[in-house]
């Protein structure tokens, strides 16, 4: 296959090297070699990357594919980190949900959402993620309301703030 220049060059229009490499059950510099052979021009890393993260830079796409699935799963699909994810989403202006994102200070919802979703559960866990917060900052916000892990608090009835340790 890799001697037919016209098949070559067609699939190398479509595809990137390695996937037609993976494709054959061969080595990607092989099919490099083939297209130097044939005089076919070679595509720079930089144009296989603009390729596959245009969906990265489509807002409307991004948005979208994250409220359906998740953060993890777009970034896999696209082959970036999480974090990039993010970042493409906040430089956009869209929404990010990433919860270390210090631009973004998240509000204790009401005491009553808590203590339903605490009662629904009964896990920090369950809170912090109907959250969007960690699993500590779930912990401080219920001991501020008087609910507790366990009988034994980490955190101080008389102050949530300050720790028995």
Do not use: F
């Not at 144009?47 to 359906?68: K, S, T």
């Not at 202006?93 to 200070?105: E, F, L, T, V």
Request: with cysteine.
């Amino acid at each position: 296959m890799l001697d037919d220049p016209k098949w070559l060059s067609g699939e190398y229009a479509a595809k990137s090297s390695p996937v037609i490499a993976a494709e054959l059950g061969i080595n990607k510099q092989m099919v490099i070699a083939a297209l130097k052979r044939h005089g076919i021009p070679i595509r720079d890393r930089s144009h296989a990357q603009r390729n596959r993260n245009d969906r990265l830079h489509d807002i409307v796409w991004l948005e979208q594919r994250v409220a359906d699935t998740s953060v993890v799963a777009v970034a896999k699909e696209l082959g970036v980190s999480k974090i990039a994810v993010h970042k493409a989403l906040t430089r956009a202006g869209g929404k990010s949900a990433h919860r270390y994102d210090r631009r973004h200070i998240h509000q204790r919802p009401d005491e009553s959402l808590l203590r339903y979703w605490w009662d629904s559960e009964r896990t920090i866990k369950h809170v912090a993620q109907r959250c969007g917060v960690s699993v500590n900052t779930a912990a401080i916000w219920l001991a501020e309301i008087g609910i507790y892990r366990s009988d034994t608090p980490v955190i101080s009835r008389s102050d949530p703030r300050t720790s028995n340790r």
